[in-house]
């Protein structure tokens, strides 16, 4: 049996990139003839979208004719990427929700493959072979001499660190409850961080060999004081063992140190900056035991087995 998907489209991009995305989706889901629903998120504050999409993809005259449903949720403009997204998935209608960036090209029949992955409760997440992005976007995790990073990963591999934002399956129930952590706002550490909560809990992000899409538009490079502050939020959020966070607090002091000496601004800035959210760090801190510690997911990471 096809089940239907909701497919969530933050619609921030380009309206060219957005446009020439649609009609590729629209095209597969017409031909899937399941039921699926497209839902763009208007953050723009002003409608704005919502008149785009009724003048650039009017509905068809009759039901009858109807194979897909196209509608805008408007939000404030300030919401937030996590929020959008969480909100969303609440509107969505079906149980299944396909989150998507704007600029994505899918292939044909992409969805049947990750509607089969999460038919195993294991799986959080079902993601596509990304195309249209250098090998060495696929990140994974790691830990050198006290310090969490993201290094460039196997692209053959088939189960992910992180969760990407920009093409992922999800269940619609799990997203709303697990939410977004503002902490990360805004960029790629909303989804890391998602991903990574579940994966403590023992469950898997894969990454479906039979599911092809293309990201036309490269990913945006963010800024550097945002990415270093939200890389020690991560650090300090999930850290759960003594050994760790002692070799942590003993790098993270020598950095600091020599960073004063060589007069470098940006890294004391990023630390200044986390450290203000320490007691929105402390509540968002996971409560009791997990079944994955943060030294056994790293040490998969590095190894690769992940199962």
Known sequence: MTLPV???????GPRAELEAALLALLGELEWRAAGDEVLLL??????ELAEWAAQHFPP????????????????PRSAGV??????????ATHPHVFLMASGLRVGAQFLEPLCAALEDPRVFAAVPWLRGQPPE????????????????EDPALAELDFLPLEACLLRRDELCARGFDPLFEPGAWLGRDLGWRARREGRRILRIAASSVELRAPLPAGDALAEERAR????????????????HLAALLERTLRAAE???????????????ELAALARARPAGGSAQSFGTLISRSTSGTRR
């Open 60 to 75: 068809p005259p009759t039901f009858e004719r109807a194979s897909c449903e196209l509608r805008t949720l408007a939000l």
């Open 137 to 152: 976007a696929l990140l994974g995790a790691r830990w050198n001499a006290g310090e969490f990073a993201c290094a460039a």
């Open 82 to 91: 996590g929020a959008a997204l969480r909100a969303g998935a609440a509107e």
């Open 262 to 276: 060589e007069e470098r601004r940006e890294p004391l800035v990023a630390l200044a900056l986390a450290l203000e």
């Open 6 to 12: 909701s497919i969530v489209i933050r619609g921030a």
């Open 232 to 247: 020690l939020l991560f650090t300090w959020k999930h850290l759960d063992e003594e050994e760790f966070w002692r070799e």
């Open 42 to 47: 208007d953050e723009s504050g002003t409608q």
